[in-house]
């Protein structure tokens, strides 16, 4: 299979980045073992899927990587996006991070939050035990390693033990606004033994003239007991091209909860497993996705079972519009050693026009016995059955579909644990549906424009108790 050109990224390119960031010599080392895992890697390593790769294809050399060098004012930057009662904040113009605010709680709490270039240097030994044993390597994933040899910009999250965090949600905002570079950028969470973080994310686009490349890597590591809820919006506009890997490695008896709703940019390549390490992890993802015009989305999820009495479930939906297209990959791997496992993974999507595509591809990858396991996808037209029957009772065609679609995404978006994702969630989507890119807000401005309370957690039936594709 052709390899992908990779024109200026160079060693040259690498050791200009790691100069200009003064990191250490075993960093740059990192970085150049990666820009060759990027240069050999084929888009796809899997024989599975390599007949879509065509779908988030696109020109790398399109797009330059540089140190940030410009000068981003707070007031400026940031205008429309804040109403000033923003708290637990940490705020983020292209690629560098511009002001971090924690209340007095989370501030006596030994919460770190450091770009992570100051992690680097503040807690050099922690940082470098933590590349020198990667959760998203580079040799697993092609722009993986390409962000791994080119990260501009990051951020380190260090909650720790026994430090609960989960009522005081910490909130990311990435506003890109004329990028002069590319944003490659790195998020470490490390939250330790019987701790708890509520985490989110937005990203969002104030103006942008040319095409431009936003690359994330995001870690987290639960430590034994532990419990982590982390969320993102992605909401650009269509001149990005957005590339995230995330990974999640959960210890003994630890939660973690990851919710990614995407909805902007033009092309959309979304990385994302889960590594249930340790005896009694528990792992819940939620993606929600909504494609328009000639958005192309291409996503993956794995639940990866490495020890006994693990539980894990992956729920993915999403709507196409127009010439959209999507495909959606997954994968339950329950190693040898872990019996007892309990695995859920399902894929739905619904086609809202002919020229709209959606392919599902999940799997199963069962070493043992005594486990369950179970995988679902489809792809369907909207019915228009239901369609008729709204329209009858007065909604027109539009407002039909419209109230379809949400519908559609409900059963995903009642069971979201963060609970600005989950009450935002449906005012957005309906803001993609009428042609706006709207952001999230605070509950008393949400319920003051939509009049409605907002939606409350639906825990609904064990999905493990559902029929199983294996069970043994």
């Not at 690629?95 to 919460?111: A, P, Q």
Request: with cysteine; proline share 3%.
């Amino acid at each position: 299979m052709a390899l992908q050109p990779v024109g200026a990224f160079t060693e040259e390119k690498v050791h200009a980045l790691s100069s200009a960031f003064r990191e250490p010599d075993w960093l740059t080392s990192f970085r150049l073992q990666s820009l060759k895992d990027f240069r050999s890697l084929p888009l796809e390593i899997s024989p599975l899927y390599t007949k879509y790769t065509g779908i988030s294809n696109f020109d790398p050399t399109r797009f330059s990587v540089d140190a940030p060098t410009e000068k981003v004012d707070l007031r400026s930057h940031y205008e429309g996006y804040l109403t000033g009662k923003e708290t637990n904040v940490i705020l983020q113009g292209n690629s560098t991070t511009i002001h971090v605010d924690l209340d007095e709680t989370l501030s006596k709490s030994g919460l770190e939050v450091l770009n992570i270039h100051e992690a680097i240097a503040k807690e050099e030994d922690l940082l470098r035990s933590l590349f020198q044993d990667k959760l998203v390597k580079s040799s697993g994933e092609k722009y993986a390693a390409f962000n791994n040899a080119f990260f501009n910009a990051g951020t380190f999250i260090h909650v720790p033990r026994g430090v609960e965090l989960k009522k005081h949600p910490l909130r990311k905002l990435l506003l890109i606004k004329n990028p002069g570079t590319s944003v490659v950028e790195q998020t470490i969470i490390y939250v330790e033994e019987s701790s708890s973080l509520n985490f989110l994310e937005e990203l969002y686009t104030s103006a942008s003239d040319a095409p431009y490349l936003v690359s994330s890597v995001v870690e987290v590591r639960a430590h034994a007991s532990s419990h982590v809820d982390a969320s993102s919006l992605q909401l650009m506009d269509d001149r990005a091209t957005y590339l995230v890997n995330k990974e999640v490695a959960a210890a003994n008896d630890s939660h973690v909860n990851i919710t990614s709703i995407l909805l902007g940019s033009q092309i959309t390549r979304s990385r994302l497993n889960f590594d249930l390490n340790g005896r009694g992890a528990n792992t819940e993802g939620f993606e929600v996705f909504f494609c328009d015009g000639s958005q192309r989305f291409d996503l993956e999820s794995n639940l990866l079972h490495n020890s006994p009495d693990t539980t894990a479930a992956l729920h993915a939906r999403g709507v196409l519009k127009q010439e959209s297209q999507s495909i959606f990959k997954g994968m339950i791997k329950i190693a040898h050693n872990a019996k007892n496992s309990s695995s859920y993974l399902a894929h739905h999507a619904m086609l809202l026009d002919k020229g709209a595509r959606s392919d599902g591809i999940p799997g199963l990858d069962i070493e043992t016995n005594e486990v369950k396991a179970t995988h679902s996808a489809s792809v369907a037209q909207v019915d228009e059955e239901q369609v008729f029957y709204l329209m009858a009772r007065g909604l027109s065609p539009d407002e039909a579909k419209k109230m379809i679609v949400i519908g559609f995404f409900e059963p995903v978006l009642s069971r979201i644990p963060v609970e600005m994702a989950r009450e935002g969630a449906k005012f957005i989507i309906e803001g993609k549906w009428y042609g706006e890119r709207r952001r999230l807000i605070d509950r008393e401005s949400l319920m003051a424009i939509t009049g409605e309370a907002p939606v409350e957690v639906k825990h609904g039936s064990d999905v493990f108790e559902r029929h199983y594709k294996y069970r043994a």
